[in-house]
């Protein structure tokens, strides 16, 4: 995997950051920051999060934490680290998730675990590889040789809810739950369990952010676009709806979430 680089230097501090796609896992992108202390805001997205940590540990929501996975969130995270930061960063989509975790994903919501408890022994040998590997390609590389054989061998997601998730993610949100629950043939009651247990949130709450989550990148791509456009075109049902979930989702509203964005589009400042 040939990674894209992106680097920001200034008199403050400054990163750099190594992006590609790998086979399963979906986006990867190795981090190495220095300078002073930096917070961010880490908005609700569709996927979990692992964390391979080289080192310094990142603070969340005031816990410290090195090598992790995040599960899903219906609420803004806040993370701080005291300068210095070098590891890998993946977003597991949900289906992926499930099959490298071997769990539910639903006690896995608004939490964050330890890679060791998903791994175990495997953990520590695998971050000290990455963390000895001498360039971003062989450390993704690594990576996912690493991971390949519990991903392979894991048992598949039932058809039904793999369907409901590709309705979802294609749609950015915008089908009604009650449409995929009839398609699937289940009750109500049974498609939000399964769905829940499988993907971390409830349908609708996924929804939710999925719609949230697609609002938010169109205003980063485009800040002179309407926003009441991008309300319509994200499935809300006017402005006031999407600043109403901008505020409950994110903390803040949509033109205060904008203007905390870092440059070089190095996340959301806290």
């Given at each position: 995997?040939q990674?894209?680089?992106?680097?920001h230097?200034s008199?403050?501090?400054?990163?750099?950051?190594?992006?590609?796609?790998?086979?399963?896992?979906?986006?990867?992108?190795?981090?190495?920051?220095?300078?002073?202390?930096?917070?961010?805001?880490?908005v609700?997205?569709?996927?979990?999060?692992l964390?391979?940590?080289?080192?310094?540990?990142?603070?969340v929501?005031?816990?410290r934490?090195t090598?992790?996975v995040?599960?899903?969130?219906?609420?803004?995270v806040?993370t701080a680290?005291?300068?210095?930061?070098?590891?890998?960063?993946?977003?597991l989509?949900?289906?992926?998730?499930?099959?490298?975790?071997?769990?539910?994903?639903?006690?896995?919501?608004?939490?964050?675990?330890?890679?060791?408890?998903?791994?175990?022994g495997?953990?520590?040998?695998?971050?000290?590889?990455?963390?000895?590997?001498?360039?971003?390609?062989?450390?993704?590389?690594?990576?996912?040789?690493?991971?390949?054989?519990?991903?392979?061998?894991?048992?598949?997601?039932a058809?039904?809810?793999?369907?409901a998730?590709?309705?979802?993610?294609?749609?950015?949100?915008?089908?009604?739950?009650?449409?995929?629950?009839r398609?699937?043939?289940?009750?109500?009651?049974h498609?939000?369990?399964?769905?829940?247990?499988?993907?971390?949130?409830?349908?609708?709450?996924?929804a939710?952010?999925?719609?949230?989550?697609?609002?938010?990148?169109?205003?980063?791509?485009?800040?002179?676009?309407?926003?009441a456009?991008?309300?319509?075109?994200?499935?809300?049902?006017?402005?006031?709806?999407?600043?109403?979930?901008?505020?409950?989702?994110?903390?803040?509203?949509?033109?205060?979430l904008?203007?905390?964005?870092?440059?070089?589009?190095?996340?959301?400042?806290?």
């Amino acid at each position: 995997m040939q990674p894209s680089l992106r680097r920001h230097s200034s008199p403050a501090g400054g990163w750099e950051f190594a992006t590609a796609t790998a086979p399963v896992l979906g986006t990867v992108c190795g981090y190495r920051e220095w300078g002073q202390p930096v917070r961010r805001r880490e908005v609700p997205h569709p996927a979990l999060t692992l964390i391979v940590s080289f080192g310094d540990p990142l603070l969340v929501d005031g816990a410290r934490h090195t090598s992790f996975v995040a599960g899903l969130h219906d609420r803004p995270v806040l993370t701080a680290h005291d300068g210095p930061q070098h590891g890998i960063e993946v977003g597991l989509a949900p289906a992926v998730a499930g099959a490298l975790l071997r769990q539910p994903l639903d006690p896995l919501t608004n939490r964050v675990i330890a890679l060791s408890d998903v791994l175990g022994g495997d953990a520590d040998r695998l971050v000290a590889k990455l963390a000895s590997a001498t360039d971003w390609r062989t450390r993704f590389d690594l990576l996912s040789a690493g991971l390949a054989g519990r991903l392979a061998d894991a048992p598949p997601l039932a058809g039904e809810i793999r369907w409901a998730l590709d309705q979802l993610t294609r749609r950015h949100g915008r089908v009604p739950v009650g449409r995929l629950v009839r398609a699937t043939g289940w009750s109500e009651r049974h498609f939000a369990a399964r769905f829940r247990a499988h993907v971390g949130l409830p349908p609708k709450a996924y929804a939710r952010v999925l719609r949230f989550h697609a609002a938010f990148r169109r205003m980063r791509a485009a800040p002179e676009r309407s926003w009441a456009q991008i309300a319509a075109d994200a499935g809300y049902y006017d402005q006031p709806h999407l600043n109403r979930e901008f505020r409950q989702l994110a903390g803040l509203a949509p033109g205060a979430l904008l203007a905390a964005t870092l440059p070089e589009r190095a996340g959301t400042a806290a």
